[in-house]
């Protein structure tokens, strides 16, 4: 089955949201303008020399996956057990997560597709209703120099490169399908916009607070309509965060597939989880 073009750029898009969700306080606006500049041609260059077909490339992809998949494991667990499950173990949060990405990731990359594509609708509304619902809290005053411009840019610059290029990896060398400079730039600019949004909502207090992505929602009155309505938006972004673990242990499975035998592999990606799992507990 040929993998649908608007399939790949949809799980890009959501790939480099995830990613700049989870490190928000590292990344600012004019890093995501410089790291695109940067990356735009350095993927093209890739694709030219046809990178992914080396050794070594996989080899320094499935070093980088196994710590970034743990590492991101932490990260969506704990923002779980603040946002969504704050009874609930961090253990269980965790090992829950690994064991439906352990089942679903062997399943194939058409099959993780069809899965983020049918989520994606419904990510897509909320992400529009929530935009709707911030309109009448956006304060463009709030907005300034020192808000936007909260890090270092070399930093800041660098940490954004590497997720770009990783998501190619993740998305397109996998595919073996082209990229297109529009997925980037569609990408980024959204990021952009909604910097701008949670500043001219949270202002100042933007840099303090843990999530601003969420924090943006508790200013929101609906009446007692509903109650605690950021956890709706808390879960709408726990799915974008998900595809985001998943797609990483499929790049490990994906590696390793082609190396291993069916019995090997499945010993190897069970160590990996395990590992994975206890590192992510740290």
Same mark, same amino acid.
């Given at each position: 089955?040929?993998?649908?073009?608007?399939?790949?750029?949809?799980?890009?898009?959501?790939?480099?949201?995830?990613?700049?969700?989870?490190?928000?306080?590292?990344?600012?606006?004019?890093?995501?303008?410089?790291?695109?500049?940067?990356?735009?041609?350095?993927?093209?260059?890739?694709?030219?020399?046809?990178?992914?077909?080396y050794?070594?490339?996989?080899?320094?992809?499935?070093?980088?996956?196994?710590?970034?998949?743990?590492?991101?494991l932490?990260?969506?667990?704990?923002?779980?057990?603040?946002?969504?499950?704050?009874?609930?173990?961090?253990?269980?949060?965790?090992?829950?997560?690994?064991?439906?990405?352990?089942?679903?990731?062997?399943?194939?990359?058409?099959?993780?597709?069809?899965?983020?594509?049918? $989520?994606?609708? !419904? =990510? &897509?509304?909320?992400? %529009?209703?929530?935009?709707?619902?911030? #309109?009448? /809290? +956006?304060?463009?005053?709030?907005?300034?120099?020192?808000?936007?411009?909260?890090?270092?840019?070399?930093?800041?610059?660098?940490?954004?490169?590497?997720?770009?290029?990783?998501?190619?990896?993740?998305i397109?060398?996998?595919t073996?399908?082209?990229?297109?400079?529009?997925?980037?730039?569609?990408?980024?600019?959204?990021?952009?916009?909604?910097?701008?949004?949670?500043?001219?909502?949270?202002?100042?207090?933007?840099?303090y607070?843990?999530?601003?992505?969420?924090?943006?929602?508790?200013?929101?009155?609906?009446?007692?309509?509903?109650?605690?309505?950021?956890?709706?938006?808390?879960? $709408?972004?726990? !799915? =974008? &965060?998900?595809?985001? %673990?998943?797609?990483?242990?499929y790049? #490990?499975? /994906? +590696?390793?597939?082609?190396?291993?035998?069916?019995?090997?592999?499945?010993?190897?990606?069970?160590?990996?989880?395990?590992?994975?799992?206890?590192?992510?507990?740290?």
């Open positions: 089955m040929k993998t649908i073009k608007l399939e790949n750029r949809i799980t890009y898009f959501l790939l480099i949201f995830s990613l700049f969700l989870l490190n928000y306080h590292s990344i600012n606006i004019f890093s995501i303008i410089f790291a695109s500049i940067i990356t735009i041609p350095t993927i093209k260059l890739f694709e030219k020399i046809n990178i992914y077909k050794k070594l490339t996989r080899i320094i992809l499935l070093i980088i996956s196994c710590p970034l998949l743990s590492f991101y932490n990260k969506v667990t704990y923002f779980i057990s603040d946002n969504i499950l704050r009874d609930y173990s961090g253990l269980v949060i965790a090992f829950t997560l690994l064991l439906s990405i352990f089942i679903l990731g062997n399943k194939g990359y058409h099959t993780i597709i069809k899965v983020i594509i049918i $989520n994606c609708y !419904f =990510i &897509f509304f909320i992400t %529009l209703i929530g935009l709707f619902i911030l #309109i009448p /809290y +956006i304060n463009i005053q709030n907005i300034n120099l020192s808000i936007l411009n909260n890090n270092n840019l070399f930093n800041s610059s660098v940490t954004y490169i590497f997720y770009l290029i990783y998501s190619y990896f993740l397109y060398s996998t073996n399908t082209k990229f297109k400079n529009k997925d980037l730039i569609i990408s980024s600019s959204f990021n952009i916009f909604y910097i701008l949004l949670i500043n001219s909502v949270l202002s100042i207090i933007t840099n607070v843990k999530y601003p992505y969420i924090a943006i929602f508790k200013k929101v009155n609906l009446i007692g309509f509903i109650d605690r309505i950021e956890i709706i938006f808390s879960m $709408n972004n726990l !799915f =974008i &965060f998900y595809f985001l %673990l998943l797609l990483i242990y790049q #490990i499975y /994906y +590696i390793l597939k082609n190396k291993l035998k069916s019995k090997q592999l499945n010993i190897t990606l069970s160590i990996i989880s395990i590992l994975v799992f206890l590192f992510s507990l740290i």
